[in-house]
T-cell receptor
Framework: AQKITQTQPGMFVQEKEAVTLDCTYD???????LFWYKQPSSGEMIFLIY??????QNATEGRYSLNFQKARKSANLVISASQLGDSAMYFC????????????FGQGTRLTINP | GAGVSQSPSNKVTEKGKDVELRCDPI?????LYWYRQSLGQGLEFLIY????????KSGLPSDRFSAERTGGSVSTLTIQRTQQEDSAVYLC?????????????FGEGSWLTVV
């Protein structure tokens, strides 16, 4: 079974600052993927970034990067130069590539960017 | 289509009535998922279809919930004898092994309110 833990229910950050959203996971699978999604108030789930368990380099997508520390089972999302439009719920998720293929989500972190 | 399409986007129904929610996945995606999100909560897995394999129904909360996928494409989630606790956003998603990480992409959801 997989489990995702997001320990920050809410975060407040000043515009243009960098922000780190924490995510730890637990799995017995050797091969797995880690994902971050953004959910604005409109409700849609927007895929941000993916990291494979065998990828040695941290994933980056524009202002988003994933700080992957496999030994610590940590997959933190870093947003550089935050913008007002980054205010949203952020969910960390994982799926194993052996057995069950469903995506397991954390409880989310509500990020608020202040002007 | 370009993205996952869901209908209706909003549905208000009376307690005890049956409802059907429809999902049209991204063209070519062989996997389809249904998730449920109650207000302010994380995502709860309901069911997963992969090609012609038997679906993973392990997340369906009761026998009032069922889903089918016709022709390996469109899926319908049916809730019989709706209860007020069924009020939630129902999110459909799809994925393909041809996409890095087998990333799951979500539709905009069907907001169900049971009165």
């Amino acid at each position: 079974a997989q489990k995702i833990t997001q320990t920050q229910p809410g975060m407040f950050v000043q515009e243009k600052e960098a922000v780190t959203l924490d995510c730890t996971y637990d799995t017995s699978d050797q091969s797995y993927g880690l994902f971050w999604y953004k959910q604005p108030s409109s409700g849609e789930m927007i895929f941000l970034i993916y990291q494979g368990s065998y990828d040695e380099q941290n994933a980056t997508e524009g202002r988003y990067s994933l700080n992957f520390q496999k030994a610590r089972k940590s997959a933190n999302l870093v947003i550089s130069a935050s913008q007002l439009g980054d205010s949203a719920m952020y969910f960390c998720a994982m799926r194993g590539y052996q057995g069950a293929q469903k995506l397991v989500f954390g409880q989310g972190t509500r990020l608020t960017i202040n002007p | 289509g370009a993205g996952v399409s869901q209908s209706p986007s909003n549905k208000v129904t009376e307690k005890g009535k049956d409802v059907e929610l429809r999902c049209d996945p991204i063209s070519g995606h062989t996997a389809l998922y249904w998730y449920r999100q109650s207000l302010g909560q994380g995502l709860e897995f309901l069911i997963y279809f992969q090609g012609n394999s038997a679906p993973d129904k392990s997340g369906l909360p009761s026998d009032r919930f069922s889903a089918e996928r016709t022709g390996g494409s469109v899926s319908t989630l049916t809730i019989q004898r709706t209860q007020q606790e069924d009020s939630a956003v129902y999110l459909c998603a799809s994925s393909s092994y041809q996409v890095a990480g087998n990333t799951i992409y979500f539709g905009e959801g069907s907001w169900l309110t049971v009165v």
